[in-house]
């Protein structure tokens, strides 16, 4: 799998975008950008997706750039529910037998 | 609203007991995973199963068993548990094909083992 390197941690205000930044330079060609955050004492929660084009879903955007070297989380409208770890993960389509591996994240802390 | 549910939210045991972990999800996934999760040390797989009856080893798998005799359900077994056994438990399922890496997770399982 593509290493990546995401910030150790950023506050966000209530009610404002929160841009989440990735980098993964080594990524192939058919390896995927995934999104995960895990909120304290909760099991992960998947976010989103994406292999080229940019992704929308209820929960965010997901911004790749055209080389595919790095990606953005946007979380539109963030709340305090928000305040979670987010972890950034790039991996091809697998055969059975591969794990996710989540790497340190970035810990957002959404602010009053 | 889909669902990966765990038997209980936290369990405490003695060295020496077996432990089950039960793991069920309505999902109709294909496959299903036992992690466990440790502070410093990230998510390590234990084990996971494609299909029923299925099951392969992850990284960690000594000490642990596992079970899947129905699609939905997947066992986690502590045969004689230890005190370095104490860590959150968490089951995952996932579909196939794109969807493979998309894994849903329970609440976790805090295991204490004393």
């Known amino acids: 799998d593509a290493k990546t390197t995401q910030p150790t941690s950023m506050d966000c205000a209530e009610g404002r975008a929160a841009n989440l930044p990735c980098n993964h330079s080594t990524i192939s060609g058919n390896e995927y950008v995934y999104w995960y955050r895990q909120i304290h004492s909760q099991g992960p929660q998947y976010i989103i997706h994406g292999l080229k084009n940019n992704e929308t879903n209820e929960m965010a955007s997901l911004i790749i750039t055209e080389d595919r070297k790095s990606s953005t989380l946007i979380l539109p409208h963030a709340t305090l529910r928000d305040t979670a770890v987010y972890y950034c993960i790039v991996r091809g389509l697998a055969a059975a037998g591969n794990k996710l591996t989540f790497g340190g994240g970035t810990r957002v802390l959404v602010k009053p | ?114």
């Open chain 2, 1 to 114: 609203d889909v669902k990966v549910t765990q038997s209980s939210r936290y369990l405490v045991k003695r060295t020496g007991e077996k432990v089950f972990l039960e793991c069920v999800q309505d999902m109709d996934h294909e496959n299903m995973f036992w992690y466990r999760q440790d502070p410093g040390l990230g998510l390590r797989l234990i084990y996971f199963s494609y299909d029923v009856k299925m099951k392969e080893k992850g990284d960690i798998p000594e000490g642990y068993s596992v079970s899947r005799e129905k699609k939905e359900r997947f066992s986690l077994i502590l045969e004689s548990a230890s005190t370095n056994q104490t860590s959150m438990y968490l089951c995952a399922s996932s579909g196939m094909g794109e969807s493979y890496n998309e894994q849903f997770f329970g609440p976790g399982t805090r295991l204490t083992v004393l």
